[in-house]
């Protein structure tokens, strides 16, 4: 109980199944194929990409527990700890798996752009909930995966493995973006969330001792993965979250130059900036002027 499995191969992956390794950095398993396994936590230091086709319980994602839904997509980057303990019971895994070690991308215009694919950074309860037809998709792009490995390594096996690879990752990123659309009313209620979190961030004395509210503690805050949130406000504004905040704060520090009862020394410590002169530039970079201008501009 409470042990973890390191995973820094795909081969050790494979182990677990009990099944060949056909690639050394990358490999596709059909659940449906292999015998029961144990439960067990696992600290990935490869990608995989993990279709749950059943109700698998709760289950740990990084600190996270979620009840896993048939037809769930979970991403997992390096350095992340998925999994459920031992309970010493065998499990009959069902669904699929796509893994990949980072050395595969070494050097190849999908390793330049790994970061665009957010959704490896998302938490559990941000999973990827798929269509039927979607699962179809998922399905197939594994399977196409899995008949490249079936042919003997040469020449064109990694570039073909990786444009299969990326085409899958993007087809997820579509996937994801009608999950936003489709959750709409949940998003509003959120972004309303949003703006009343900065709103009180500012009617407390938390702005003087810890500055400006970043993007990690909004989403701290909400419950959500870091970037979930910025790709959620994104989607919904139009707007990056970091510029939402911005806007927040511009719109505050406005309101409270207006009242000539503060000086601006005041208000930029009330702000969250550590000096007036901070205040002052970053006031004249959003607003085209300082914020002595725009206090006499209000005042004619």
Request: aromatic residues 10%; negative net charge.
């Amino acid at each position: 109980m409470g042990n973890i499995t390191r995973i820094d191969t795909v081969q050790q992956y494979c182990d677990l199944f009990g099944i060949e390794a056909l690639h050394p950095l990358v490999s596709v398993v059909n659940c449906y194929e292999v015998q029961p396994i144990r439960h067990s936590k696992k600290l990935y230091n490869i990608y995989a990409v993990l279709l749950k086709d059943t109700d698998c319980g709760t289950m740990n994602y990084g600190r996270s527990l979620y009840d896993y839904e048939k037809g769930s997509v979970l991403f997992v980057a390096p350095g992340q700890v998925m999994g459920s303990d031992d309970d010493g019971n065998l499990h009959q895994p069902a669904g699929w798996a796509l893994m990949f070690h980072p050395e595969l991308l070494r050097g190849t215009p999908l390793a330049r752009i790994m970061s665009d694919y957010s959704y490896f950074s998302y938490n559990a309860n941000e999973a990827l909930h798929l269509s039927e037809q979607e699962r179809k998709v998922v399905i197939e792009c594994m399977e196409n995966v899995a008949e490249e490995l079936r042919h003997p390594i040469d020449k064109h096996s990694r570039s073909l493995i990786l444009d299969t690879i990326k085409l899958f990752l993007d087809r997820c990123i579509r996937f994801y973006d009608r999950q936003f659309i489709t959750r709409e009313n949940m998003n509003s209620d959120l972004l309303a969330r949003f703006e009343s979190l900065l709103d009180d961030y500012y009617n407390s004395a938390l702005p003087v001792a810890e500055g400006i509210p970043t993007v990690q503690y909004c989403a701290d805050r909400l419950c959500l993965s870091t970037n979930y949130f910025s790709d959620l406000v994104k989607k919904e504004t139009g707007m990056s979250a970091i510029k939402h905040i911005q806007q927040k704060v511009m719109d505050i520090a406005k309101e409270r130059i207006v009242d000539t009862r503060k000086s601006i020394s005041q208000i930029s410590d009330e702000m969250g900036f550590g000096y007036p002169q901070h205040f002052s530039r970053w006031f004249k970079k959003m607003a085209g002027c300082t914020p002595n201008e725009y206090r006499q501009d209000c005042a004619n």
